[in-house]
């Protein structure tokens, strides 16, 4: 099986737990194919993050799409969450097997 180097994207978003119906809502808005949420801990410039599914948690959700919808996604959270929430973002180029999975809707 060969890797197709279509130009897809990793969209990586570590956010508040409170954020995350509003957060999906917002991806699908723009397009996103699908995406992978897990609970997740660390530090950061607000502090430590504890683990798990409560208001205080933080989420990592994962998008696989296309470069304009990444771009969409990105520009859309942080024009409205970023200035209130913690929250960061990354968008990664990635190489997927099979793209039929990650087109837009």
Not at 28 to 53: F, M
Not at 82 to 93: C, F, G, K
Request: with cysteine; charged share 30%; hydrophobic share 35%.
């Amino acid at each position: 099986m060969s890797v197709n180097k279509t130009d897809y994207r990793l969209l990586t978003i570590i956010t508040e737990t409170v954020l995350e119906s509003r957060l999906i809502d917002a991806l699908e808005q723009c397009g996103a194919p699908g995406y992978t949420i897990t609970d997740v801990r660390g530090k950061g410039d607000r502090g430590v993050r504890s683990a798990g599914w409560d208001q205080s948690g933080n989420i990592r959700v994962d998008v696989v799409c296309d470069e304009a919808t990444a771009n969409r996604a990105l520009a859309h959270v942080r024009d409205r969450f970023y200035e209130n929430y913690a929250m960061i973002a990354t968008v990664s180029p990635v190489e997927v097997l099979r793209p039929e999975k990650f087109s837009p809707r």
